[in-house]
């Protein structure tokens, strides 16, 4: 599945955005989706998974109750929706998508097979 992310920007702290990771070449409902997120010189983090029915969402502690997860199946795409952003938000973010039924943690950035390209997301303070 290709996946093209989008939504991105430069905004203050405690603003909002939404992200948009639109998918194509497969059964978009196959698929588990994953946001990851990498801020320079640091490791590609885990932010949040959805299941491929969008029954079930789970979240890095840093980003509960900021941020929510959400797909259509129709429209073949993922949302992250950002709230309360902070500097410490300050990444480029990654979509990523999973099998449905792969075996492992959402957590783990091999279980993905195919990622976006990412969206430079920046929070200034």
């Known amino acids: 599945v290709q996946l093209q992310a989008s939504g991105g920007g430069l905004v203050q702290a405690g603003d909002s955005l939404r992200l948009s990771c639109a998918a194509s070449?497969?059964?978009?409902?196959?698929?588990?989706m994953g946001w990851f997120r990498q801020a320079p010189g640091k490791q590609r983090d885990f932010v949040a998974v959805?299941?491929?029915?969008?029954?079930?969402?789970y979240y890095a502690d840093s980003v509960e109750g900021r941020f929510t997860i959400s797909r259509d199946n129709v429209k073949n795409t993922v949302y992250l929706q950002m709230n309360s952003l902070k500097p410490e938000d300050t990444a480029v973010y990654y979509c990523?998508?999973?099998?449905?039924?792969?075996?492992?943690?959402?957590?783990?950035?091999?279980?993905?097979?195919?990622w976006g390209q990412g969206t430079q997301v920046t929070v200034s303070s």
């Open positions: 990523a998508a999973a099998p449905a039924h792969s075996l492992g943690s959402f957590y783990d950035l091999t279980l993905y097979d195919s």
């Open positions: 070449g497969r059964t978009f409902s196959d698929y588990t």
């Open positions: 959805i299941r491929w029915d969008g029954d079930g969402t």
